[in-house]
Nanobody, 127 residues
Framework: VQVVESGGGLVQAGGSLRISCEAS????????ISWFRQAPGKEREWISC????????YHEDSVMGRFTIFRDNAKNTVYLQMNSLKPEDAGVYYC?????????????????????WGQGTQVSVSS
């Protein structure tokens, strides 16, 4: 599967943004999807993921209650809805997909388990 992110931009602190991860070459509903973020000079860090089947979601503690990850299978797209944005949420957001992850709760936080990556979309948050 190939994935392409879109929807990034500049938003004021406290605002909202929805970014998208659209797939081609395969249907996303059989893939675990994670969002990762990379700020300048920092490691790429895991933010959120969604499993297959029951669609259970997991979030990093700093975004819990503010970010939501969800699928639209009709559009073959996974979204990350980001509310109450903070300056520290800024960075390049990457979508990652893999259909071999058997334990999303344990594995979706780790970059090495994902075989397909997008090019990223920039999110900037002004204070």
């Amino acid at each position: 599967v190939q994935v392409v992110e879109s929807g990034g931009g500049l938003v004021q602190a406290g605002g909202s943004l929805r970014i998208s991860c659209e797939a081609s070459g395969s249907t996303l509903d059989s893939y675990v999807i994670s969002w990762f973020r990379q700020a300048p000079g920092k490691e790429r860090e895991w933010i959120s993921c969604i499993s297959v089947g029951n669609g259970k979601t997991y979030h990093e503690d700093s975004v819990m209650g503010r970010f939501t990850i969800f699928r639209d299978n009709a559009k073959n797209t996974v979204y990350l809805q980001m509310n109450s944005l903070k300056p520290e949420d800024a960075g390049v957001y990457y979508c990652a997909a893999d259909n071999r992850i058997i334990n999303p709760q344990a594995m979706c936080r780790t970059k090495l388990f994902f075989g397909s990556w997008g090019q990223g979309t920039q999110v900037s948050v002004s204070s």
